[in-house]
């Protein structure tokens, strides 16, 4: 007993004599605060946000609770433009926003061309192509017929990017459109 004693005592001492040592041990020292680099010429410094007050002009609508959301599958052959103006007409949509991806192997693009008046600058595409980006509004026109605007982009075999206003984009094997009905009508139409 008298040696469980002794042990006990002993390591107790050897406890406290190592807690003191790591108390006294030197505490690495706080790293001091990374000095803001200056931006370099070309770049955006981290988190930048554009200044608000910028865009008098803005008008806001509430266009209330989302209505309904559609998905709609193309197969090849299909053109997308006219797919969803079709698709526009026969569900009523009369204020709506879209999405697309998928492939495409012909369409037509256009470029407003502002400075000369001329209308839109057509921009052909006879190739495979992917779809990087398709997005639009489905509204309608005076006469109460749907009319689809959309822009986009696709990517070329070589990595390369075409796009801009799409007049028509033909379906090479599959594409998919997410159509979402707002459920107000669009400003300007009754």
Not at 18 to 32: F, L, M, V
Not at 52 to 65: E, I, Q, R
Request: net charge neutral.
């Amino acid at each position: 007993m008298a040696r469980l004693m002794f042990v006990l005592m002993i390591g107790a001492l050897a406890l406290g004599v190592q807690r003191d040592t790591i108390a006294q041990q030197p505490q690495p020292a706080a790293r001091p605060a990374a000095a803001q680099q200056p931006t370099p010429e070309g770049y955006m410094p981290r988190g930048w946000r554009p200044e608000a007050g910028k865009a008098p002009g803005m008008k806001v609508t509430d266009l209330g609770k989302g209505g309904r959301t559609f998905r709609i599958d193309m197969t090849k052959g299909d053109e997308i433009m006219s797919g969803l103006i079709e698709f526009a007409e026969k569900y009523h949509i009369k204020n709506g926003h879209f999405t697309a991806l998928g492939a495409i192997d012909k369409g037509i693009f256009g470029w407003t061309d502002v400075e000369r008046g001329l209308g839109q600058k057509k921009i052909e595409l006879n190739q495979e192509a992917e779809i990087v980006s398709l997005l639009g509004s489905i509204t309608t026109n005076a006469e109460g017929r749907a009319t689809v605007h959309g822009h986009g982009s696709v990517a070329l075999t070589d990595g390369s990017v075409r796009g801009g206003h799409w007049f028509e984009a033909h379906v090479s094997i599959i594409a998919q459109a997410f159509v979402t009905e707002e459920e107000g009508a669009a400003p300007g139409t009754k």
